[in-house]
Every structure is written in C-alpha cells, then in structure tokens.
C-alpha cells in the first residue's frame, strides 16, 4: 500500500489548514497503523531461533538468560563439563529447562553454553510430533535444504529437525554443520 505524501492528499491538506475534529483522530489512527507495521518489522527483524522463544539468543551469556529462564522455566538444573566430557570445547555448562513453552506446548530445553555463550540448544519433542513440528518449522525457517535419515536442516541454516532422539536443533552455522554434516553455502 503506497502511503500518498501531502501534495497527493488535497483533503488532508484542507483538513490540516482548516482544522478540523477527524484531523486529529485521523492522525492517531495513522499513528497506531505504523506503530503495529513497526511491530511487525520488528518481530520479523528478530534473529531466526528469537522466533521461537525470546530465551533462544545464541551468543547471549547464561547470566543474561537467568532472569528470562527463571520466569519461563517450571524448574531448571545446571550441569558443568570440563574436559572430554566438554570436547570440543573447554568448558560447557548445560542448562536444563523444563516446561519451557515453545511451539505450542511444554517442553524441555537444553541450553549448551560452549565456553561462555549459547553456542546451541535442543528442544525435546515427542517423536509422533515430528511431521506437524515439521510444517511449523518450514513456515519460520523455509523449506528443508539438507535431508538426511538423521536431519532435516531448513533454509535459514541454523534450524534442524533431528529423528532419534526426536528434536529440534538450534546453533550457529559451525554447529549445525559439525552435527548434521551441513554447510550452508556462502554468498560471493
């Protein structure tokens, strides 16, 4: 919808010069009109995974997440690994967050902090949910781009559907790749 500017809106410019009682509701109807267009701007400018639950900040740090955890999680339990039990990485904190409410439903969120910040999580679900959670994730993320008898990873890169254990994957392109065997390719 193309929005006409003064010089293609004579009846607006009356009403402005004249003055009139509409001219200000006018305006505020205007106002309330862009006010939900930036809203919608923003939801879709958020990164991909924000679309899901606002907690989904891959990067973010474990203490910028705790209070937003806190409030949205029935109960949480934190589990520290050095070592090889964190391999590759040197230091890994797994949040568990159970009753977290992402795609319609309760479920329980690993939230896997690879030396400092969120570098992936997995959203379990429940394998005869597969097909619907499926349809769900190409309308956020585009259609699957990589397919195999493990993974489906959809368009936008970060996002996969694993069949066993049945879950969602959310990390960053180098995760996805590592654990799906994916790359997504690079623009030139």
Not at 117 to 132: F, M, S, T, Y
Not at 137 to 147: A, K, N, S, W
């Amino acid at each position: 919808m193309k929005i006409p500017t003064i010089t293609e809106a004579p009846a607006f410019r009356r009403r402005a010069l004249h003055g009139s009682g509409a001219h200000g509701a006018e305006r505020r109807g205007r106002r309330r009109r862009s006010l939900a267009f930036l809203a919608l701007a923003l939801l879709a400018a958020l990164p991909s995974a924000q679309k899901l639950h606002p907690a989904f900040r891959l990067g973010a740090r474990l203490s910028d997440l705790q209070p937003l955890l806190a409030k949205d999680c029935e109960s949480l339990e934190q589990h520290h690994y050095t070592g090889g039990m964190a391999a590759p990485f040197r230091d890994q904190v797994q949040v568990d967050c159970h009753g977290l409410n992402v795609l319609g439903a309760r479920r329980k969120v690993e939230f896997l902090f690879n030396d400092g910040p969120l570098g992936h999580l997995w959203v379990l679900i429940e394998a005869d949910e597969r097909p619907k959670i499926r349809e769900k994730l190409e309308r956020v993320f585009g259609p699957v781009v990589h397919d195999t008898e493990d993974y489906k990873v959809f368009a936008e890169g970060r996002v996969a559907l694993r069949s066993d254990p049945a879950e969602i994957l959310i990390g960053n392109e180098a995760m996805i790749e590592r654990l799906t065997g994916y790359r997504k390719a690079t623009r030139r």
